[in-house]
Protein backbone atom coordinates (compact mmCIF):
# COMPACT_ATOMS: atom_id res chain seq x y z
CA UNK A 1 0.00 0.00 0.00
CA UNK A 2 1.41 3.13 -0.80
CA UNK A 3 0.12 6.69 0.29
CA UNK A 4 1.27 9.88 -2.19
CA UNK A 5 0.72 13.54 0.00
CA UNK A 6 1.71 15.94 -3.09
CA UNK A 7 3.25 16.24 -7.11
CA UNK A 8 5.82 18.06 -6.02
CA UNK A 9 10.13 16.97 -5.42
CA UNK A 10 9.79 15.17 -2.51
CA UNK A 11 11.81 17.12 0.75
CA UNK A 12 11.28 14.62 3.09
CA UNK A 13 10.77 10.75 2.95
CA UNK A 14 9.86 8.78 5.35
CA UNK A 15 9.41 4.71 4.94
CA UNK A 16 7.80 2.88 7.47
CA UNK A 17 7.62 -1.01 7.90
CA UNK A 18 5.00 -2.61 10.00
CA UNK A 19 4.89 -6.46 11.37
CA UNK A 20 2.06 -7.48 12.15
CA UNK A 21 0.23 -8.78 15.75
CA UNK A 22 -3.55 -10.16 15.65
CA UNK A 23 -4.62 -7.80 18.69
CA UNK A 24 -5.71 -4.66 18.31
CA UNK A 25 -4.90 -3.88 21.76
CA UNK A 26 -1.30 -4.56 21.29
CA UNK A 27 1.10 -2.15 19.27
CA UNK A 28 2.26 -3.29 15.91
CA UNK A 29 6.22 -3.37 15.58
CA UNK A 30 6.77 0.11 13.52
CA UNK A 31 10.27 1.10 12.22
CA UNK A 32 11.31 3.75 9.57
CA UNK A 33 13.88 6.19 8.16
CA UNK A 34 13.56 9.93 7.74
CA UNK A 35 15.05 11.28 5.07
CA UNK A 36 15.46 14.82 4.15
CA UNK A 37 16.65 15.69 0.51
CA UNK A 38 17.42 11.76 0.38
CA UNK A 39 19.74 12.40 3.35
CA UNK A 40 18.96 10.54 6.79
CA UNK A 41 18.26 13.09 9.22
CA UNK A 42 19.73 12.04 12.40
CA UNK A 43 18.19 12.87 16.05
CA UNK A 44 14.72 14.16 14.36
CA UNK A 45 11.95 13.03 16.43
CA UNK A 46 8.67 11.03 14.69
CA UNK A 47 5.41 11.49 16.48
CA UNK A 48 2.55 9.31 15.81
CA UNK A 49 -0.78 11.24 17.52
CA UNK A 50 -4.06 9.63 17.70
CA UNK A 51 -6.90 11.13 15.57
CA UNK A 52 -9.94 11.25 17.14
CA UNK A 53 -10.81 10.73 20.99
CA UNK A 54 -9.22 7.81 21.76
CA UNK A 55 -5.88 5.85 21.33
CA UNK A 56 -2.31 6.09 22.88
CA UNK A 57 0.33 8.10 20.93
CA UNK A 58 3.69 6.54 19.76
CA UNK A 59 7.13 8.03 19.14
CA UNK A 60 10.87 7.27 17.96
CA UNK A 61 13.91 8.88 17.51
CA UNK A 62 16.21 8.73 14.72
CA UNK A 63 19.50 7.17 14.78
CA UNK A 64 22.57 9.01 12.69
CA UNK A 65 21.08 6.99 9.87
CA UNK A 66 17.85 8.60 10.10
CA UNK A 67 16.43 5.14 11.32
CA UNK A 68 13.65 5.01 14.04
CA UNK A 69 11.15 2.34 16.07
CA UNK A 70 8.33 3.55 17.70
CA UNK A 71 7.09 3.21 21.59
CA UNK A 72 3.90 3.30 22.89
CA UNK A 73 4.69 1.86 26.00
CA UNK A 74 7.67 0.32 26.18
CA UNK A 75 10.63 0.95 24.60
CA UNK A 76 10.41 0.08 20.91
CA UNK A 77 7.55 -1.91 21.35
CA UNK A 78 5.39 -0.18 18.02
CA UNK A 79 1.97 1.60 18.20
CA UNK A 80 -1.59 0.98 18.22
CA UNK A 81 -3.64 0.53 15.51
CA UNK A 82 -5.61 3.09 14.33
CA UNK A 83 -5.29 6.07 12.21
CA UNK A 84 -2.61 8.86 13.74
CA UNK A 85 -1.38 12.34 12.15
CA UNK A 86 2.58 12.00 11.86
CA UNK A 87 4.62 15.17 13.10
CA UNK A 88 8.45 15.16 12.67
CA UNK A 89 10.61 17.64 14.62
CA UNK A 90 14.40 18.20 14.71
CA UNK A 91 15.92 21.10 17.52
CA UNK A 92 18.90 21.96 16.87
CA UNK A 93 20.46 23.53 20.38
CA UNK A 94 22.02 27.38 20.25
CA UNK A 95 25.99 27.05 20.11
CA UNK A 96 27.67 27.83 23.41
CA UNK A 97 28.03 30.92 24.46
CA UNK A 98 32.23 32.02 26.11
CA UNK A 99 33.16 30.84 29.08
CA UNK A 100 32.90 33.13 31.77
CA UNK A 101 35.20 34.03 34.32
CA UNK A 102 33.78 34.87 37.68
CA UNK A 103 36.43 36.67 38.98
CA UNK A 104 36.77 38.64 35.80
CA UNK A 105 33.23 41.43 35.28
CA UNK A 106 34.33 41.83 31.72
CA UNK A 107 34.00 38.31 31.20
CA UNK A 108 31.19 37.96 32.42
CA UNK A 109 29.31 40.96 30.70
CA UNK A 110 31.05 39.19 27.27
CA UNK A 111 29.17 36.04 28.47
CA UNK A 112 25.35 37.16 29.49
CA UNK A 113 26.04 39.83 26.25
CA UNK A 114 26.39 36.74 23.64
CA UNK A 115 23.33 34.55 25.22
CA UNK A 116 21.38 37.48 24.62
CA UNK A 117 22.71 37.97 21.02
CA UNK A 118 22.07 34.07 19.84
CA UNK A 119 19.44 34.10 18.41
CA UNK A 120 17.18 30.74 18.29
CA UNK A 121 18.42 28.24 15.63
CA UNK A 122 15.76 27.26 13.26
CA UNK A 123 15.03 23.61 12.93
CA UNK A 124 16.46 22.59 9.64
CA UNK A 125 13.05 20.50 8.75
CA UNK A 126 10.37 22.28 6.96
CA UNK A 127 7.95 24.03 9.81
CA UNK A 128 4.85 22.25 8.22
CA UNK A 129 5.93 18.90 9.52
CA UNK A 130 6.43 19.60 13.51
CA UNK A 131 2.64 20.74 14.14
CA UNK A 132 -0.49 18.14 13.98
CA UNK A 133 -2.18 20.76 13.17
CA UNK A 134 -0.57 21.45 10.03
CA UNK A 135 1.26 18.07 9.03
CA UNK A 136 0.31 16.73 5.97
CA UNK A 137 0.43 13.62 7.22
CA UNK A 138 -1.87 11.17 7.99
CA UNK A 139 -1.65 6.94 8.70
CA UNK A 140 -3.45 4.32 9.74
CA UNK A 141 -1.55 1.25 11.38
CA UNK A 142 -2.57 -2.17 10.21
CA UNK A 143 -3.54 -4.54 12.67
CA UNK A 144 -1.11 -6.73 10.93
CA UNK A 145 1.15 -6.42 6.95
CA UNK A 146 4.08 -4.14 6.06
CA UNK A 147 3.67 -0.27 4.47
CA UNK A 148 5.93 1.75 2.77
CA UNK A 149 4.91 5.89 3.83
CA UNK A 150 6.28 8.30 1.38
CA UNK A 151 6.12 11.67 2.71
CA UNK A 152 6.54 14.48 -0.10
CA UNK A 153 6.56 18.25 0.39
CA UNK A 154 3.18 19.98 -0.54
CA UNK A 155 2.87 23.02 -2.83
CA UNK A 156 2.75 26.56 -1.34
Do not use: W
Not at 2 to 31: I, Q, W, Y
Not at 61 to 74: A, S
Request: proline content about 11%.
Amino acid sequence: MRLRTAHCAPVLMFMLAFSGCSSTNKPVDVEGIVLLDNEPVAEATVLFIPEGNSGQPAHGMTDENGKFQLTTFKENDGALPGAYKVTVTKSVPPPQPPEADPGDAQSVVAHFKAIKQQKKVKSPLPAMYASAQTTPFHYIVPVEGKVTLELKKLPK
